[in-house]
């Protein structure tokens, strides 16, 4: 694991927060040491193996057995203004991987590998081999996707291409959290019972003025578990994945909602995180 030092996106909102970030890694003991209400500290925690799929070649009618590679490349928070960050993380590492951190970081994430390679049917054998040489690829990858002052919002995005696949899938999910309470929250702590229903009609009606560019969509209901993340304007965006709402072609849908135009569906909570 290796202190990062130049990332956008946090670098950006690092600005706004008017705070230096990324402490070297010896003068870290562990997540809780060196913490305090004014620091803001990521690190990236990579991983990458390649196996072997034993048996698959003559499933496959080739000379060698498949190769499968995986990689990870998570921006991971190590300090945000002196709260604790283990709820954060471990949300982190639930999207990413269906697994909490417990088990320590490289250990989780080779133990995910190794069953996502599984799954595909066949028993994966350590390798190494030249780079892009692989018939089948899993990419996991976490990063910032917009930072102010007071609210976090954190991408988590999984590629995958299994062999001799017709195309690969991919999806972003997306993670809140409240820097000044120190705390996750999600839709049901931003908008009333009854707002997620009226939410519905609102997102469609963006989403049939945004066809020109973004294409049909038939939507029907809200994302799939309430994917969202809040840009730097204060909208709430809306994120549905490939084949969710559209055909595959077109991509991650994104349907932007001003906060301010649904203040009558915030909850007191959310209203006071806008600021409202």
Do not use: W
Not at 7 to 22: E, F, K
């Amino acid at each position: 694991m290796k202190t990062y030092k130049a990332l956008t996106a946090v670098g950006a909102a690092l600005i706004i927060l008017g705070i230096s970030s990324c402490t070297p890694d010896n003068n870290k003991s562990d997540n809780n040491s060196n913490k305090n209400e004014n620091n803001v500290d990521f690190r990236i925690v990579e991983k990458q193996q390649t196996f072997s799929l034993e048996g698959s070649a003559k499933d496959y009618d080739t000379e060698k057995d498949l190769l499968y590679s995986c990689e990870a490349r998570i921006l991971m928070p190590q300090d945000i203004k002196g709260h604790s960050v283990d709820s954060l993380q471990n949300r982190i590492f639930k999207v990413a991987f269906d697994t909490t951190a417990a088990a320590g970081h490289n250990k989780l994430m080779e133990d995910a590998f190794r069953t996502a390679a599984s799954e595909l049917g066949y028993v994966p054998v350590d390798t190494v081999v030249p780079e892009n040489t692989y018939d089948g690829y899993l990419i996991v990858e976490g990063d910032v996707a917009s930072m102010t002052s007071t609210i976090l919002s954190y991408s988590v995005t999984v590629s995958k291409y299994d062999p001799h696949a017709a195309h690969g899938m991919y999806g972003s999910y997306f993670i809140n959290y409240d820097i000044t309470g120190g705390r996750l929250f999600g839709l049901n702590d931003i908008i009333t019972s009854d707002g997620l229903d009226k939410l519905v009609p609102v997102l469609r009606t963006t989403a049939d003025a945004m066809r020109n560019f973004a294409g049909p969509t038939e939507l029907k209901a809200l994302p799939a578990d309430g994917n969202f993340y809040i840009d730097l304007r204060n909208n709430l965006v809306f994120v549905y994945q490939p084949y969710e709402i559209a055909s595959y072609a077109q991509g991650l849908i994104e349907i932007p909602v001003p906060a301010y135009q649904i203040s009558d569906i915030l909850t007191p909570y959310g209203k006071s995180l806008f600021n409202l």
